[in-house]
């Protein structure tokens, strides 16, 4: 069954590095999301992503956040400065004109 | 104000039995869309089951069902037999349409979860 993959799991980095988070969406999808959820919190929304530009996004996707869809297969989102608040589990999620939104495994970023 | 609301931090169920978690949601669209999610301790977020505002049964995905009251605003989620790979963190979402650059890209907002324990 085809699945979101995000890479790494697990990233650890030190207040004020950049970060860049990669997602590979289901092949067929059109519709690309990124989420987080800070730990014992609900999970938020971050940013929508169609046809090649943000549709919409949070008041948490400030200017440090960007996102890209390289390649035509990876969706990535950059923090280029980290803060100590940016730690969370972050989820990539992809899905085709129906409504199920599919969701990645997600990676956990450490910020310290 | 929520939109979605789980009022049961936390569930215990014996295990075999039906189990049913709460979730009410605020919203004054007429199109709109129900989801319930898996968040097992390992931390990935699984799709279980979808109910559209205009379905007019409810959805069923295997153990998994919906009980959509549509009137009272609740979209609960109901698994029956329980077993014990069970026990995880679920989230009830609602999606609603949004208009902006591209209005059919349809965030979802999450509840705060429920935390479901299967005792063997």
């Known amino acids: 069954e085809p699945e979101v993959t995000q890479t790494p799991s697990h990233q650890v980095t030190q207040m004020g590095q950049e970060v860049i988070l990669r997602c590979v969406p289901i092949s067929n999808h059109l519709y690309f999301y990124w989420y987080r959820q800070i730990l014992g919190q609900k999970v938020e929304f971050l940013v929508s992503f169609y046809n090649n530009e943000i549709s919409e996004k949070s008041e948490i996707f400030d200017d440090q956040f960007s996102v890209e869809r390289p390649d035509g297969s990876n969706f990535t989102l950059k923090i280029r400065s980290t803060k100590l608040e940016d730690s969370a589990m972050y989820f990539c999620?992809?899905?085709?004109?129906?409504?199920?939104?599919?969701f990645g495994s997600g990676t956990q970023l450490s910020v310290l | 104000a929520q939109k979605i609301t789980q009022t049961q931090p936390g569930m215990f169920v014996q295990e075999k039995e039906a189990v049913t978690l709460d979730c009410t949601y605020d919203t004054s669209d007429q199109s709109y869309g129900l989801f319930w999610y898996k968040q097992p301790s390992s931390g990935e977020m699984i799709f279980l089951i979808y109910?559209?505002?205009?379905?007019?049964q409810n959805a069923t995905e295997g153990r998994y069902s919906l009980n959509f009251q549509k009137a009272r605003k609740s979209a609960n989620l109901v698994i029956s037999a329980s077993q014990l790979g069970d026990s995880a963190m679920y989230f009830c979402a609602m999606r609603e349409p949004h208009l902006g650059a591209s209005g059919s890209a349809r965030q979802l907002t999450f509840g705060s979860g429920t935390q479901l324990t299967v005792l063997p």
């Open positions: 109910q559209g505002s205009y379905d007019e």
């Open positions: 999620a992809s899905r085709d004109l129906d409504e199920k939104l599919f």
